[in-house]
């Protein structure tokens, strides 16, 4: 069933970043499993500053189904969870859905998603039923969730997950926001009152290679934990309160044995280890400090997170709005 004027009960966002290669397999399954379902629907394409082909493909997909296709265009590359933001501002649905492109989650699994929400839930996460990544992905995941669970109190199992399910609620929450630095599950995790996860299917990708590497993974994961918590910061308070007690305690050691034993040169060397341990856990500390002053720069800048270019989409008379080659340009919140 599709929607063109009316507003749709189904959003389906969906960020692209060179996904040529995998837009019409994406397209084949994706409104076929969204016309199942019987509802109304609307699907949201952000392009992320794409350098393939992928905004000709989307715009020709917009030409083709006008009545349920929506295009975002950035002017530029702003990352993943930007590009959920925007669709989500670009949205109209009551239930809200991220899906990646590149196919590893199969949207026949949106049904699932939406039939959750309709039990009174107004967060639904996904949990990898069996995940075909590499082996060295899957076990850091693992990990750094563990650890950022703990940290934050986050719970969600499978955050490198991004097929989910928002409540307009929730979404409304989210779009009040100027955060220039955020994680859209763990943000709505915050504002949700009733959340659940369901486990879903996990395919290998239909095309092209994962847009995150080791360092992306790394870097995210150190967003997510700085911004959604302090526990970092009161962590080193401590460890600087405990060091502080040690060398007091060392002071005293050394002063006694000088005055019952005499000098020595003995652990030298000893002691200058010690001080480089503790001059690396200094370092990283005041790299940790850093980390927070710098989303505060980042923040009081005020400038746009994101910079709409275009936006494909139909106009109340039902015509393609705005005819190729013209600008609708939107400003957004984007962090450099």
């Not at 509802?39 to 349920?68: C, K, M």
């Not at 997950?161 to 009040?176: C, E, K, S, T």
């Not at 763990?186 to 009152?193: D, G, P, Q």
């Not at 060397?269 to 370092?283: P, R, V």
Request: neutral net charge; proline residues 4%.
């Amino acid at each position: 069933m599709s929607v063109s004027l009316n507003k749709p009960e189904i959003s389906v966002v969906i960020p692209i970043y060179n996904e040529q290669a995998g837009l019409a397999a994406l397209f084949a399954r994706l409104y076929p499993a969204l016309d199942a379902l019987g509802a109304t629907y609307e699907i949201v394409f952000v392009n992320d500053g794409s350098r393939d082909n992928s905004v000709s493909i989307l715009a020709e997909q917009f030409r083709q189904r006008p009545d349920v296709t929506r295009v975002v265009l950035f002017n530029g590359n702003y990352g993943q969870h930007m590009a959920i933001l925007a669709g989500f501002e670009a949205s109209r649905g009551d239930i809200m859905v991220t899906l990646d492109a590149d196919l590893q989650n199969p949207p026949e699994e949106i049904g699932n998603l939406v039939a959750k929400m309709r039990e009174g839930y107004d967060y639904v996460g996904s949990i990898r039923r069996k995940r075909q990544d590499s082996a060295w992905r899957t076990y850091a995941s693992k990990a750094m969730n563990s650890l950022r669970e703990r940290i934050t109190n986050i719970k969600i199992t499978d955050q490198g997950n991004m097929l989910r399910a928002y409540g307009r609620n929730i979404v409304d929450l989210m779009n009040q926001c100027a955060e220039v630095n955020t994680f859209v599950p763990a943000l709505a995790y915050r504002f949700a009152r009733n959340p659940t996860e369901i486990v879903v299917e996990h395919e290998e990708r239909a095309a092209g290679e994962s847009k995150y590497s080791l360092y992306s993974l790394i870097r995210l994961n150190f967003d997510l934990v700085t911004g959604f918590s302090l526990v970092p910061l009161q962590f080193y308070s401590m460890m600087g309160m405990l060091m502080s007690l040690l060398s007091a305690l060392l002071v005293v050691v050394l002063v006694a044995r000088r005055l019952f034993l005499g000098a020595e040169a003995e652990g030298v060397f000893t002691l200058f280890a010690i001080t480089f341990f503790f001059m690396g856990i200094i370092l990283f500390g005041i790299g940790l400090l850093g980390e927070y002053v710098g989303r505060i720069f980042q923040q009081v800048r005020a400038r746009p997170r994101y910079v709409v270019q275009t936006i494909l989409q139909q106009r109340d008379d039902g015509q393609p709005l705005p005819p190729p080659g013209v600008e609708k340009r939107t400003v957004g919140r984007h962090h450099e």
